[in-house]
């Protein structure tokens, strides 16, 4: 699609250009979500050309990230089912479709891989066929590797999902879907506009801390980030306030103005529950401060994260065995877990 699309050269491009964590190009995996805007044009059989903008928004696929994927789909209008045509659907990616349905997202569906030799695109056709209610025929057959088939998905995509709707003269509101700490700029928050325009230098307020912060740069991404004017209704971009604490920009929460801001929230949104806990100690206590600020730095990239030093003293030990017996625990959701594991 990048390709196609234009906004990425050929000698550009690389294999999982989306994926900007060196973990997630190890392991071939999405933890954090990307986003994407992609020019395309369609010829009419009259021959007149319609210019049209995608705002493509790849999430993760594990089921431990579902409270963020809710998040990213509550920000679309379609979703694409994408399935490997030589493994066929899986557990977790049933799940996130049950959650594109609840959504009442169009959901299109996409056999990928059909170039293997192990694909078998007619049985896993008639499979996804019978779960979303469609008929085999209308299930698309791509290759991401050889480019077969994504023309006409991109068709797709554009003549069956809805365009964006909203008040573009309202109060703005938009959702957080994701946001990243970057050393040189601070905290991108990735938002989707709802309602009203964002524009920079204005004073924003996130709604579930009641924070105001000033917007240093407001801009898209495509699939570099590109400073813009401003984001309206329906577009997909990216804020940046300066702020150096990713936890202040928590993912499904409402950005809005400081002056004349919306009266209401968007719906979905919740504090991130910790779902895995662990304690973690240096085989070494001279090394404790390292651990701590490992941690901290961690933290920056993690909203979900959070820890507290512990220190333990035994009844039977020394003040000296004590101070080297502490430890730090830190709780984390399940969908931080692969990133925060690994960093560490």
Known sequence: ?????????????????????????????????????????????????????????????????????????????????????AQGIEAQTLANLYLAMENDLTIIPVLNKIDLPAADPDRYAAEIAHIVGCEPEDVLRVSGKTGVGVPELIDAAIAQIPAPVGDADGPARAMIFDSVYDTYRGVVTYVRVVDGKILPREKIAMMSTGTTHELLEVG?????????????????????????????????????????????????????????????YPLDGSDYPVLREALEKLQLNDAALTYEPERRRWPWASASAAASSACCTWRSPASAWNASSAST
């Open 220 to 280: 898209i991404v495509s699939p570099e980030s590109k400073a813009s004017a401003g984001l309206g209704v329906g577009e997909v971009g990216y804020l940046i306030t300066g702020v150096k604490d990713v936890r202040q920009s928590k993912v499904g929460d409402t950005v809005t103005t400081a002056r004349g801001g919306a009266p209401e929230p968007l719906t979905g949104y919740r504090e991130p529950q910790p779902m895995v806990y662990s304690g973690l």
């Open 1 to 85: 699609m990048l390709q196609l699309t234009g906004v990425v050269a050929d000698r550009d491009m690389r294999a999982q250009y989306l994926d900007k964590m060196d973990i997630e190009r190890e392991r071939g995996i999405t933890i954090k979500a990307q986003n994407v805007r992609l020019p395309w044009t369609i010829t009419e059989d009259d021959g007149t050309k319609t210019d049209y903008v995608i705002h493509l928004i790849d999430t993760p696929g594990h089921v431990d990230f579902t409270y963020e994927v809710s998040r990213a789909l509550e920000a679309c209008e379609g979703a694409i089912l994408l399935v490997d045509a």
